[in-house]
């Protein structure tokens, strides 16, 4: 039987594979939206230079880079924490009250994932940790 303090040395190694596992997927959205990479599904289309949905492809490529590298990890992912908390909102729940109806629920986990990270830090494996490392 494992006990606690064993597993908790692990946990800022978990910490950085959940922000590197996220960010790897999460930036693969955005790269679809902003260069049609992975291809989109049968009658998806790419949105229009500069359009709300642009942007949000943007913020989802760029953050996820910036999270995959463990940098402004904070105050990145509070920014991509709305940005799902609005995308949430504005595009999936008018669909339905159920996100397993609307298709949401992947924008809820995403949402509430960076809100961890905001409190949280980054984990192991960042520029953050780093940093703070030659500080001290």
């Known amino acids: 039987m494992t006990n606690a303090a064993t597993l908790e040395r692990y946990a800022p190694y978990a910490l950085g594979v959940l922000r590197i596992v996220t960010a790897l997927i999460f930036l693969s959205h955005g790269a679809q939206k902003l260069f049609g990479f992975p ?3 049968a009658g998806g289309a790419m949105p229009e230079a500069f359009s709300f949905m642009w942007f949000g492809g943007a913020l989802e490529f760029f953050g996820g880079l ?3 590298a463990g940098l402004f990890t904070r105050w990145v992912a509070f920014v991509l924490s709305g940005e799902m908390a609005v995308a949430y909102w504005m595009f999936h729940a008018p669909q339905s009250f159920y996100p397993v109806l609307n298709g949401g629920d992947a924008a809820i ?3 509430f994932v960076f ?3 905001v409190f949280a830090g980054p984990g192991a494996w960042s520029i953050d940790q780093a940093r703070e490392g030659s500080r001290r």
């Open 39 to 41: 291809a989109m599904p």
């Open 66 to 68: 910036l999270l995959l």
């Open 109 to 111: 986990l995403y949402c």
């Open 115 to 117: 809100l961890y990270l």
